[in-house]
């Protein structure tokens, strides 16, 4: 799915119209009846609705909304922000149709207009949509505070009023919603951390948009769908062997932090991988030997940390570093050594980033498509400090084309950026991932695909997607509360039965 920014919509707006054809008005109530249908499945229908129009095309999907709302039988009452002009030429059509049924309308011209909202209402805010390019202010700042203020459940169409879908929003005024509908595709300000307290769960409500429009288009990026990853992932083929699926090897541990390196290592079995060695510290021998009994075990000669090479590193098919490894300097040295004598792409995480922060000159030392899957305390710590996501996403992309690097820069939808410039969100995974070793999995999964000759760009693409895929069955097993990191690496095989 393509992540459209504001202009590319409003294209897609006119096309369908255009081409359909329709008018804009009956695109309008087509996106309206679309919200009220989602609205009549919760059965919302003893509570009274509150609906806050603009004098925009928002503030039109509001008006015919609360028309349609009235028209079954609700109770409705619309505030409409009066700022002494005329609405848009749909928003006024709205407006005059609402004139032939006994509807409810007021006009906000001061604080003073606003109404006391019942805890058990339902707000519909269609103040502002997807066109805002400045923050709020004046009476609209203070309608929102308000409807903020006022501890009902909220539904924003499009947006949240406040929002911006293409930079940051941070310190604005912005409706706190727990229902976003959006129409036809998502937007970025919908899959960025930081919005997360405004724009609650979020509903995609397809309207009809004309699909031949998004036909040869550049979009700002593409949500992850299973289509996608259908085309990249390869069944095995019964002739296989071992030697088929490659040779990963896995660096990392530390003393009190093997554990990551058996989370690495499960995953990286579990996904696939021909064949698997670990090169751990010498206190990690027993416990790899005994967790992971179909992993070969190498060790350092230190039993605490990692100092030294594992031998001839350029026979293994990929390595991934990282998982407990420590910073200290043993393990710093152990980095500048594979990233100066590996020809082919890394996998670096965890403290393998954290040491690639602390020697910055390697960034540009690194074998071409290594992928690289911070965290943004990480992604802050190895490209310098970001005010806020908007700005990570841009240097992600940036960094990505100028170091020829794959970067994967987890959140909830995590990004993955491309040297090509192309970008994608990730659409799986789940709030009970958010625990200490569900990235160590994710660099076990990554690194056992590239072992099996996946291109570093689709092995983190299909890293990324099934892991949180993985989650998500894990969740519907566990819970999100009770979950485990290895829960993940459990349901791995549901995944792959699925893929078949």
Request: aromatic content about 8%; glycine content about 10%.
């Amino acid at each position: 799915m393509k992540i459209l920014s504001v202009q590319q919509i409003r294209d897609w707006d006119d096309f369908t119209i255009r081409h359909e054809p329709i008018a804009s008005i009956d695109l309008m109530e087509r996106a309206a009846k679309a919200c009220v249908n989602w609205l009549a499945d919760k059965a919302w229908t003893e509570i009274k609705y509150y609906v806050f129009c603009g004098k925009g095309n928002n503030g039109g999907d509001g008006l015919a909304i609360a028309r349609m709302l009235i028209s079954s039988g609700l109770q409705v009452s619309i505030y409409i922000l009066e700022f002494g002009k005329l609405g848009s030429d749909d928003f006024q059509i709205n407006l005059q149709r609402l004139h032939d049924l006994p509807a409810d309308i007021h006009f906000i011209q001061s604080r003073d207009s606003l109404p006391e909202i019942p805890e058990d209402a339902i707000v519909i805010d269609s103040l502002f949509g997807s066109g805002l390019n400045k923050p709020l202010d004046g009476l609209a700042e203070e309608i929102v505070a308000h409807i903020n203020e006022s501890d009902t459940t909220v539904v924003s169409i499009d947006l949240p009023s406040g929002l911006f879908i293409e930079q940051s929003s941070v310190g604005n005024a912005i409706i706190k919603a727990d229902y976003t509908l959006t129409f036809q595709c998502y937007k970025t300000g919908l899959l960025v951390q930081e919005n997360a307290p405004f724009i609650g769960e979020v509903a995609m409500l397809d309207i009809g948009l004309h699909p031949k429009y998004l036909d040869g288009i550049e979009s700002n990026g593409e949500l992850l769908g299973e289509s996608v990853i259908r085309k990249i992932f390869k069944p095995r083929n019964r002739f296989s062997h071992k030697g088929t699926f490659g040779h990963a090897l896995l660096i990392g541990g530390s003393y009190g932090k093997m554990g990551a390196m058996i989370l690495a290592t499960k995953a990286c079995l579990q996904t696939g991988a021909g064949l698997t060695t670990v090169f751990v510290p010498g206190c990690g021998y027993e416990i790899m030997q005994i967790s992971a009994p179909e992993a070969m075990t190498l060790t350092d000669n230190d039993e605490n940390y990692l100092s030294s090479l594992p031998g001839d590193i350029e026979k293994f098919g990929a390595i991934g570093i990282g998982p407990g490894m420590d910073t200290k300097e043993g393990p710093q040295k152990v980095l500048s050594f594979i990233v100066r004598r590996y020809q082919k792409p890394i996998v670096i995480d965890a403290d393998g980033l954290n040491c690639l922060s602390l020697q910055k000159e390697l960034l540009i030392q690194l074998p071409p498509y290594s992928i690289l899957t911070p965290h943004p305390k990480e992604f802050d710590r190895l490209f310098g400090e970001h005010k806020n996501d908007f700005d990570r996403i841009e240097t992600s992309k940036q960094k990505a084309i100028e170091l020829k690097l794959v970067i994967v820069l987890k959140s909830h939808y995590t990004l993955i950026a491309l040297p090509d410039g192309k970008t994608f969100f990730n659409a799986t995974g789940n709030a009970g991932m958010a625990k200490g070793g569900s990235g160590d999995v994710l660099t076990g999964i990554i690194t056992s695909f590239l072992a099996q000759g996946f291109s570093p760009q689709n092995a983190a693409i299909l890293g990324v997607y099934i892991h949180g895929w993985a989650g998500d069955l894990a969740a519907e097993k566990y819970s999100k509360q009770a979950m485990l990191p290895s829960h993940l690496t459990e349901c791995l095989s549901q995944v792959f039965l699925a893929l078949l």
